[in-house]
């Protein structure tokens, strides 16, 4: 009889022991890191993006941030290396134990996504109600002590609401915008485990594979840069009789989704009658384009223009815009040159040019 207690007892002493491993095992998944950063800095375009995107604030903080949203829980598995999933009720998604494709975590965290910025008819909603469970963390910067679990990580732009960073492109899949110091970018929403595991061999994180928990995680956004495009601005000058050469300048500005994205100041001039183009290639595709003659050379009057039917920037081909000016016999003015200077933006806003008090001089290019 002795015998038999001293056996259960030491057996209840191996369920407690195992009890306390397990305890100590999820105690210790409490406490996970994630730093985010950019992109990853493969290769010299990637660096340069990198430092396109890492455009800092007044106070001197990335204006690019990312929300965390918890889509589901996860807990440490009693019978395996791995984790449960219990998904949030917020969020109508299907997570399998192994996901081994990555389209399948592209599709989960695009319905994620939706479910929290889109209304029932596929619109960005005015205000969100699924709360983030971090909010605004600057990029590159760690965030501590995050609970173990299935998270939607979604990049934007600090101070911007949804319905400012949040597009629907014309696939219907959703993207998150920013705007860098050169270019803008769109970014896919994503879906990080924490704890995670590292890469296998073909690059695919999974929490089923072979090798340590990470709790101090290191992610790298994978932004999009906007296709770019041309633009070809035609100047016809019809006569000339000026003493020197006349200058005329163009302000070009691009929009996209309601936003500043492009904006340069360029020149041509002009010392007979005749035809000049400039040919500007680094316009963002699908961007609406206006071209504004701001300076129309002196003793020179405007006489007509012809825009584009449609002023969007295409990858393929360039769109044009004509303008047609003539000599002006009643205006003796002399050649002017107006000096621009370029005024950086702040708070993440593309810079500007301004014009300063003009100057006499023999024409030339705004710099």
Same mark, same amino acid.
């Given at each position: 009889?002795?015998?038999?207690?001293?056996?259960?007892?030491?057996?209840?002493?191996c369920?407690?022991c195992?009890? &306390?491993?397990?305890?100590?095992l999820?105690g210790a998944?409490?406490?996970?890191?994630?730093?985010?950063?950019?992109?990853?800095?493969?290769?010299?375009?990637?660096v340069?993006?990198?430092?396109?995107?890492?455009v800092?604030?007044?106070?001197?903080e990335?204006l690019?941030?990312?929300?965390?949203?918890?889509?589901?829980?996860?807990?440490?598995?009693?019978?395996?290396?791995?984790?449960?999933?219990?998904?949030?009720?917020?969020?109508?998604?299907?997570?399998?134990?192994?996901?081994?494709?990555?389209?399948?975590w592209e599709?989960?965290?695009? !319905?994620a996504?939706q479910?929290?910025?889109l %209304?029932?008819?596929?619109?960005?909603?005015?205000?969100?109600?699924?709360r983030?469970a971090?909010?605004?963390?600057?990029?590159?910067k760690k965030?501590q002590?995050?609970?173990?679990?299935?998270?939607?990580l979604?990049?934007?732009?600090?101070?911007?609401?949804?319905?400012d960073?949040?597009?629907?492109?014309?696939?219907?899949?959703?993207?998150?915008?920013?705007?860098?110091?050169?270019?803008?970018?769109?970014? #896919?929403?994503?879906?990080?485990?924490?704890?995670?595991?590292?890469?296998?061999?073909?690059?695919?994180?999974?929490t089923?594979?072979?090798?340590?928990w990470?709790?101090?995680a290191?992610?790298?956004?994978?932004? #999009?840069?906007?296709?770019?495009?041309?633009?070809?601005?035609?100047?016809?000058?019809?006569?000339?009789?000026? %003493?020197?050469?006349v200058?005329?300048?163009?302000?070009?500005?691009?929009f996209?989704?309601? !936003?500043?994205?492009?904006e340069?100041?360029?020149? &041509?001039?002009?010392?007979?009658?005749?035809?000049?183009?400039?040919?500007?290639?680094?316009?963002?595709?699908?961007?609406?384009?206006?071209?504004?003659?701001?300076?129309?050379?002196?003793s020179? !009057?405007?006489?007509?223009?012809?825009?584009?039917?449609?002023p969007?920037?295409?990858?393929?081909?360039?769109?044009?815009?004509?303008?047609?000016?003539?000599?002006?016999?009643?205006?003796?003015g002399?050649?002017?040159?107006?000096r621009?200077?370029?005024?950086?933006?702040?708070?993440?806003?593309?810079?500007?040019?301004?014009?300063?008090?003009?100057?006499k001089?023999?024409?030339?290019?705004?710099?």
């Amino acid at each position: 009889m002795k015998k038999r207690w001293t056996r259960a007892l030491g057996a209840l002493a191996c369920t407690l022991c195992a009890l &306390m491993v397990l305890q100590l095992l999820a105690g210790a998944a409490e406490n996970c890191h994630l730093t985010v950063y950019p992109c990853r800095p493969a290769t010299d375009k990637d660096v340069a993006m990198g430092q396109d995107l890492n455009v800092m604030g007044p106070d001197g903080e990335p204006l690019l941030r990312y929300d965390l949203y918890k889509v589901a829980d996860m807990t440490r598995s009693q019978v395996a290396d791995t984790y449960d999933f219990t998904v949030s009720p917020d969020f109508p998604v299907e997570i399998p134990q192994e996901i081994e494709n990555s389209s399948v975590w592209e599709g989960i965290a695009q !319905k994620a996504a939706q479910t929290v910025f889109l %209304d029932e008819a596929g619109r960005v909603k005015e205000t969100v109600s699924i709360r983030p469970a971090a909010e605004n963390v600057p990029i590159g910067k760690k965030k501590q002590d995050l609970d173990p679990g299935l998270y939607l990580l979604i990049p934007h732009k600090v101070g911007e609401a949804p319905k400012d960073y949040v597009s629907v492109q014309k696939d219907g899949k959703l993207v998150t915008r920013f705007q860098g110091e050169k270019n803008s970018y769109s970014f #896919a929403p994503e879906l990080i485990t924490l704890p995670t595991k590292a890469p296998d061999e073909n690059g695919q994180i999974n929490t089923a594979n072979p090798g340590e928990w990470i709790f101090d995680a290191e992610v790298y956004l994978k932004p #999009a840069p906007d296709l770019l495009g041309p633009i070809r601005i035609t100047k016809t000058l019809l006569s000339y009789g000026s %003493d020197s050469p006349v200058t005329f300048v163009y302000r070009v500005q691009a929009f996209k989704d309601g !936003k500043l994205v492009y904006e340069k100041i360029i020149s &041509m001039d002009f010392d007979e009658a005749g035809t000049q183009s400039i040919l500007i290639e680094d316009l963002p595709v699908g961007a609406t384009v206006e071209v504004e003659e701001i300076y129309s050379g002196a003793s020179c !009057k405007f006489v007509s223009r012809e825009d584009p039917e449609d002023p969007t920037v295409k990858a393929e081909y360039p769109i044009e815009f004509k303008f047609v000016n003539d000599f002006d016999n009643t205006n003796k003015g002399h050649g002017i040159l107006n000096r621009f200077v370029f005024v950086k933006g702040e708070d993440g806003k593309p810079g500007h040019w301004e014009l300063n008090p003009p100057e006499k001089a023999e024409g030339g290019e705004a710099p």
